[in-house]
């Protein structure tokens, strides 16, 4: 049983956790101009469609382009040091690209190879980042160049608008099981292997829509 | 008139009378066009002049590897041209030693640039050569800062309230300074760090500072262009900004950068007659 | 809370050497009271003011900034106050536009002789700022932080 989300209930369960008091990420467009990532103030700002991909980056959601690390009051000959207060919010990217997504894998390493910074892993637990597949590019797109594709899964759990599945196959994690392209569904259910909840989710869509798997040898990519 | 451009080009580069021309080049004609410096005669036939030929190749000429290049020949429409009349003012071009190839233009854009709706510059005036054939109709004040006007009609609470959200954006990328043709200080305030003149982080405090600065920096100096506002990567309405400091220029001086070679540049001189109601 | 009803504005003022602060310094010796509010900051000319030093004063807090120098004509490097003034024209529209508090910017000529003039514009200034209240609106987009 393969599981589907419409756009509207996507929305309303956006409006519950901008409720709840979590902090959700996503594309809007602020004014005429570029689409942007940004922190959304209610559900109707999301923009899922329209546009190729934002102008910048998911990276401010773990890595904000300012912060204040400590502060420090002197009185006299005395120094006392203070610590910002701990974020506990939740965070949420909803709508983020398979390729900004992919972006935390090497950020995580950079954070964290030598040195544990706190600053960024904390802000790390608490997002978790919900990608959606590209339906289309544009002349300057190069995912593919760099080993990734438009329904890559590297982090993060997966939602696909699978509204747009009906209207357009070639779309979503569907779209190689949609093509019977088994190299790139293989290549999916490898990415997903250390997730069980997501490999299971990916097995029973593609037992439903290409039952044949195990055994059909698949059209060549 | 693109055969009469590139031959132009052909011939400067051919005679010696320009060692490079900077001009454009397309290759897709959906996006904008792209600076191109041509050396040899024969690449000539690279140049195009078109609807997408939007940057303002003038900002070239104040960059030391385009310098070293030699003698130029820059393709400027009216508005580029504007920036070349300022450049020269400031002594920061040689004007004899350089030729200007003007294009008549009915503007630039798919859609079209905000500018080119009140532009009285279709026709370059000041340019060594000229192709093409345009009219320039003289548009009023209220026409030209009609989005000033507009804007000004919000409270100063609103105004405030709008430079906020607009200004939380900037990621001082600085696409802004670097695209601008009058930008052309080799140490720029925003990056002298002692002591630090203006703070350089991305936080609205930061933002503000930056945008001020170099709007009052350009005051009586931006000929219009409009390539920052193209160029910012979040969308900011550096136009609304820019046009805020000429329409002040006009009314207290009645002056407007780069259409007179000749007149006295705003900042910088001063008259015994200037206005001062609002000192006590 | 000291805040409600102790508020006592902190105003900046841009002074020029050669009037403004001498005519402070005369407002001293004649001992002529004006209000502790003011920090004076005192520059060769008013030519020399960067129109970012008004804003600095803001981003540090400043309730209001006063910018004074000499009358025009007396000058001591001749035509800086003149520059000044032909700056300050365009730079309070572009604060304006921005929607900076302008009931917070003054502007004034004060030679070394007019004491009692820095005495009544330094005293009015700080009424007038108190009236206004401290300046929450340059505080919030200082404090705004990571954006």
Redesign the interface.
Known sequence: MSEIISQEKLRRLVGEWISAGKRVYGPRR??P??V?YAWLKAADELLLDGYVRP??SIKEVVF?????LYSYRLEGKKISMGEPEPLSAERIVVGARPCDAASLTILDHVFNWDYKDSFYNRRRELTTVITVACSRHD?HCFCTSVGLAPDAVLAGYLAGVVERFRESPLDSMTGPVARRDRASVEANLAALAGEPRLTALYQAFLSSAWPDFEKDGGDSA | MLEELRQTCRALLADGKADVVIGYAQD?PA?PAYPVFVTRPEDADRLVWNEMCLPNLVAYLTRPEIKALGKPAVVVKGCDERALVVLAREGQVDRGEMVAIGVACDGVGKPREAKCSICDVHQPRYADVVMGQAKNEPVDAAARYAEVEEFLKKTPVERMAFWR?ELS?C?KCYACRQVCPLCYCTRCIADKNQPQCIDT???LKGNFAWHLTRAFHLAGRCAGCDECTRAC???INLRLLNLTLARSAEAQFGYRSGMDPEAKPVVGSYSLQDKEEFIR | MSESNGFEPRIVAYVCNWCTYLGADLAGTNRLEYPPNIRIIRLPCTGRIDFNLIVKAFEMGADSVLVSGCHPGDCHYTAGNYHARRRWMLFRDLLDAMGIDLRRIHFTWISAAEGKKFQRVVTEITEQTRALGPYEDYRKVVEG???
């Open positions: 602020p004014k101009g570029p942007l102008a910048n904000p382009r300012h912060e204040v002349a | 897709d996006m959200e954006r990621v982080s991305a936080t990567p979040v969308g | 932080g990571a954006c």
